[in-house]
């Protein structure tokens, strides 16, 4: 998994018009999970990638006639196989926040990148998502230098009251753990005995 020209290679690449220029291309500081299913409850990605790029037809579910006007985006989503598709380049400001705010700042889409999960608030996320999740963030971790493991948050987390994904259905501790094991692995891989004691 390689991020090139602010593409991730692994991925579909499913451009989206709903996007722009950040006020600061250089500011990538923060990580924002998400979880959607369209219509609500069904996994079918499709809708998703319509719906990112202002394409459902209102007429394949009744739900849609309440969000085909929307204009709104992501970076990234992470389906129930974890299969990754790309909507905006992480450079541009992708539309997934909306009125939030991180540690006293406001408008995070300005400055983070927006990961959605197939999937519900109170349903159980799949292995192949923790585990595609857990490397993309490795790899975002890497390639942005204002990224941290620190910076890494909910929707409702920085919209309280308004948003409520990823959702009680997301288990944060297994993300860290994935994380850890990562950076032990690297640590082991790189370091040959790095370890000399002292
Ligand atoms: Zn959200």
């Known amino acids: 998994m390689n991020i090139q020209e602010h593409w991730l290679d692994c991925a579909t690449h499913i451009p989206s018009p ?16 998400h979880c959607i299913s369209l219509p609500p409850g069904k996994f079918d990605a499709r809708f998703i990638h319509q719906f990112f790029c202002n394409q459902l037809n209102p007429a394949d579910d009744s739900y849609f006639r309440t969000i085909d006007q929307l204009k709104v985006s992501a970076h990234i989503l992470i389906n129930r196989q974890g299969v990754i598709s790309q909507y905006v380049p992480f450079d541009k400001r992708a539309w997934h926040a909306g009125h939030s705010e991180y540690a006293g700042r406001s408008r995070c889409n300005d400055f983070s990148i927006g990961i959605e999960l197939q999937g519900t608030e109170t349903t159980a996320y799949t292995d192949r998502q923790y585990q595609q999740l857990a490397l993309l963030i490795k790899v975002l971790l890497k ?51 790095v370890d000399k004691g002292a």
């Not at 500011?27 to 999970?33: A, F, R, T, W």
């Not at 948050?153 to 920085?158: F, K, V």
């Open 18 to 33: 709903n996007c722009d220029l950040r006020p600061d291309a250089n500011d990538i500081s923060l990580i924002v999970l």
């Open 143 to 193: 390639h942005y230098p204002g990224l941290s493991r620190s910076r890494i948050t909910g929707h409702s987390d920085i919209a309280p009251g308004r948003k409520s994904d990823p959702g009680e259905s997301f288990d944060w501790r297994r993300l860290f753990q994935l994380l850890d094991k990562q950076a032990d692995e690297v640590k082991r891989l790189s370091g040959k005995g």
